[in-house]
C-alpha cells in the first residue's frame, strides 16, 4: 500500500513508463480526498491509450491535462487550470517525472540533442516547478502543520544516477548517453538550488533515481519492473520529512552522491 496520501498530485510524463506506472498504482490504492492531475504532451493520440483508460477506470480520481514540457506556454496553460480545479486546497506533490534521453559523447553528441535534452530534462522541470509554485505555497499554508513532507506539499524531481558526477564515469562505458547526463546533472543542481529557495515555504523538493527499469527509455535489459520501482519510489516519497530535503535518494532509500 503507498504511503503517499497527498491529496492533489500533478505528474508530468503521465501517458508511458513510469509516470504510467505511478498514476496507476497511486489511483488504485487513493484515499478519498486525492486527484491525480495526469499530464502528458498529447493526451489523444494512440501513445496516451493506456492513460485515458485507467483515466476512465478512475474517474474521480485522475483527470488527464495537456502539459509539454518543451513549451513554456503549454506549461503555463495546464498550471492556470490545475490551479483553478485544486482551488484553496493548493497542490501538495508535483512529480518531474517527464523526460528524454538521447545516446553521445564527448566525440560524438551533437548540438541538437544536447539542446533538446536541456530543454525537455532541464529548462522543462525549471518551468513547471516555477508555474505551480503559487499552488504548492497554497497546499503548504493550507496544511496547518510544521516540518515538510509530500503529503503537505513537494517537489521530485526524477532524476538518475547518469546525473552522478561521482557515479557516472566508471559505468560511463555502458551507457554512452552523454547529453542525457549532461542534462540530468543540470537537473540535480536545479533541485538543490530549488530547494534552498523554497525551503522558507515548508516545500520539501529532492531528487530521485528509480533504478534501471524496463521501460522504452530503460530498454529490455534492465534488471527492474515498472512496478517494483515505482513501489520503492512511492515508498520513499511518502517516508520523506525535512531531512531529505535537498537531498538525493534512489527508489530503495539509499542516498545516492552527488
Ligand atoms: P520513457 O521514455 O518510458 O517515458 C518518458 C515519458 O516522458 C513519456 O511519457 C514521454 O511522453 C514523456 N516526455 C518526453 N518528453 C516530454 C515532453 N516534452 N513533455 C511531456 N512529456 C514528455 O521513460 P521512463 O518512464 O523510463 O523515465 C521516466 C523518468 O525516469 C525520466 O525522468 C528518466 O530520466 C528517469 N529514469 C529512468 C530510468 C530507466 O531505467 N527507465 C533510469 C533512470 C532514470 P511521450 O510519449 O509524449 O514521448
Redesign the pocket.
Known sequence: MSAVKACNILI??????????IVKQLSEDSCQKQHIYA????PD?P??EALRELAKKHPSVITIIR?????PSSIKESAKKVGSLVGKNGLNLLV??????ANGTVQTSSVEDMKNTF???VI?PLLITREFLPYLRTAAKASGTPGMSCNKAAVIN?????GSISRMPSVYEQFPVLP?CVS?AGLNMLTVLAAEEIKADEILCMAL???????????EK?P?E?KE?VEGMLRVIGSLTEMQHGGFMDYTGETVPW
Request: proline fraction near 4%; charged fraction near 20%; include cysteine.
Open positions: 508530468t510524463g503521465a501517458n508511458r513508463g513510469l509516470g504510467l506506472e499530464t502528458c504532451r498529447d493520440a501513445k496516451s502539459l509539454d514540457a518543451d513549451d518531474n517525472n517527464a523526460a528524454i534521453v530543454n525537455t530534462n522543462g526524477i532524476s538518475t544516477l547518469g542525457y540530468k533515481h528509480p533504478g534501471w527499469v524496463k521501460t522504452e527509455m530503460g530498454g534492465a527492474l515498472p520501482s
